[in-house]
């Protein structure tokens, strides 16, 4: 974990927002540098922090939570900057709001009622700027194969401009190895890995890695 994670607690109740501050700050690799009730903090105010994980209340002030996150992602991706992990709050655990957050750019969603110590976790899983814990562990209960037949070409298309290196690449990431597995594998360096999978969710529009394990599943690429 690096040396500081730093974590922006934005919307929900003030109780709950200072309940997890006192938890993460109990912790000497957790601090919250940012903690608002999300009024008048538009996406792109938000982004003008540095924050390595920001927790968004499923209910802004302004917006769903969903939309807000897309709009940031967007945006970073407009600037060509980086943007932290991003995390959706709600109150009670549901797969489909874990899904949406996945699909909105965020890498999962908790739940209130899951307790204090899981929220932590949470925060605490979202250390890799590559995380995806989220949806490897969704994927075996997600149906495979279901997308229609002309975004299936679409995609089809977009991934058959690949090399045949960044191929073997991709088919190894579809099995679900990490990228040391697959640098070992293919035998390329980890560099190579992330700048292929990242290659990846441009041509197929996404921005996130748990976005593009999600399309390959409703693709039915996924081989684990």
Do not use: H
């Not at 934005?10 to 912790?27: H, K, T």
């Not at 003008?48 to 939570?65: E, G, I, K, N, T």
């Not at 940031?72 to 709600?90: E, P, T, Y």
Request: aromatic residues 6%.
């Amino acid at each position: 974990m690096p040396a500081l994670l730093r974590v922006a607690l934005i919307g929900g109740s003030d109780m709950l927002r200072g309940a997890r501050r006192v938890a993460l700050e109990e912790n000497s690799n957790l601090k919250v540098v940012l903690e608002s009730d999300g009024f008048a903090l538009s996406p792109t105010d938000l982004l003008a922090y540095s924050f390595d994980v920001a927790v968004l209340d499923q209910r802004l002030p302004s917006s769903a939570a969903f939309d807000y996150v897309k709009a940031m992602q967007s945006m970073a991706k407009v600037n060509s900057s980086d943007i932290g992990r991003i995390l959706i709050s709600a109150t009670f655990q549901d797969v489909d709001l874990r899904i949406q957050a996945i699909e909105s750019g965020a890498v999962d969603c908790v739940f209130v009622d899951q307790g204090i110590e899981a929220f932590v976790s949470a925060v605490k899983m979202c250390k890799e700027p590559e995380a995806d814990y989220a949806i490897r562990e969704l994927l075996p209960e997600l149906k495979k194969g279901e997308t229609d037949k002309e975004d299936y070409a679409k995609a089809a298309t977009s991934i058959d401009s690949l090399d045949f290196k960044e191929q073997a690449i991709l088919e190894n990431f579809c099995l679900l190895k990490t990228d040391a597995q697959i640098a070992q594998t293919v035998q390329v360096p980890k560099l190579k890995v992330r700048q292929t999978i990242t290659k990846v969710q441009n041509l197929l529009l996404l921005n996130t890695r748990s976005q593009l394990l999600l399309k390959l599943c409703r693709l039915g690429a996924l081989t684990f």
